[in-house]
Structure formats: C-alpha cells, structure tokens
C-alpha cells in the first residue's frame, strides 16, 4: 500500500492557508471533498464565515456577528447545525467516497461542536490523502496530535505563493 501524503498547515489568521488550500485543489487530479471555510463579509467588514461542502458544494454559516444562539467565541456565534449538518457531513462523506480529505480548518469555532471532534480523528485514523490547516494559536490535544502526525508546513507571506505547486506534487504523489 502507497503512502499518501498528510499535510497539516498552519499559520497565523488572514496569511492565506484557505486561499492556499484552493489553489492547491485547482492543481490535483483527485477527487476531492471535506470543508473550506471562507469570510462572510458585508460593506467591507467581515460579519461571519461561511462553511462549504467541497464535494457536493452545499454551503452553510459557520459563525455569524447576528446568531441568535449556539457556542459564543469573540464576537461571533457558532450555528452547530450547519458545522455539523454541512461541515462534519463533508468529512464523513469524504472519508467514505474521496481520495482527499480537506479539513479547513481546525480552530476555536469548529472545536466547539461534539461532533466535529470525532469527524476529524476518524479523518485522521483513514488512509486518505489529508490537506488540514489549524490556527497557529490553537491549544487543543486534536491539534497537537495533527501537527505532530502529519507533515507540518508554515504558510507565512513569505513562503505561500510557492507552496500551491509543492504541496499539490505531494498529494499527487509526484515529489
């Protein structure tokens, strides 16, 4: 059996690891599924973020400033049903159906569902080709073991325009 790439990137918030993570998929040939996350934003200011289905391109709220309930961090709150009903739903199904798993990402507001928690060990207990970003300030058990489990990369301003390429050579196997 082949060894597949497992590639965990981290870097400090807004230095590109979502943007990284779609120009790497433009860049592989495998079928590909899991969750991107993205900023919701409205006149300008960021007022959310948004959570898509990679495979089925099913979209939902992640977190939102105007969430009337669910798990409260900072200034937003998170919608559990939709991280776990559209978020966990990509993981599973990818686990189940993809040759690459994408997990964007592992952070505050996701470590707050249940269910999540279980989704990504399942992830990581696979055989699938892994693409997962953390937040750099993130102390939780499930990140300390992913960093340590698979090939970290620090995405940094100086380094994240030719990561695409490389990145996606490894998960091709091609590198």
Avoid: W
């Amino acid at each position: 059996m082949e060894v597949k790439a497992r590639i965990a990137l981290t870097g400090h918030p807004g230095v590109g690891k979502t943007t990284l993570i779609k120009r790497v998929l433009e860049r592989v040939s495998l079928k590909v599924g899991g969750m991107l996350t993205e900023e919701i934003r409205k006149c300008g200011h960021r007022v959310g973020f948004s959570i898509t289905d990679l495979e089925t391109g099913a979209t939902g709220t992640l977190a939102h400033l105007h969430l009337a309930r669910g798990p409260q961090l900072g200034r937003y709150r998170v919608d559990l049903a939709d991280l776990e009903g559209v978020g966990v739903a990509a993981i599973r199904r990818a686990i189940a159906e993809c040759d690459l798993v994408v997990i964007d990402e592992i952070a505050p507001m996701e470590l707050s569902s249940p269910a999540f928690l279980p989704a990504v060990e399942a992830a990581l207990a696979s055989t699938k080709a892994l693409l997962i970003s953390t937040h750099a300030h993130v102390d939780h058990p499930l990140v300390h073991r992913v960093r340590q489990e698979l090939e970290l990369i620090r995405v940094k301003l100086s380094n994240r325009d030719e990561l695409p390429e490389r990145i996606a050579k490894k998960l091709e196997g091609t590198s």
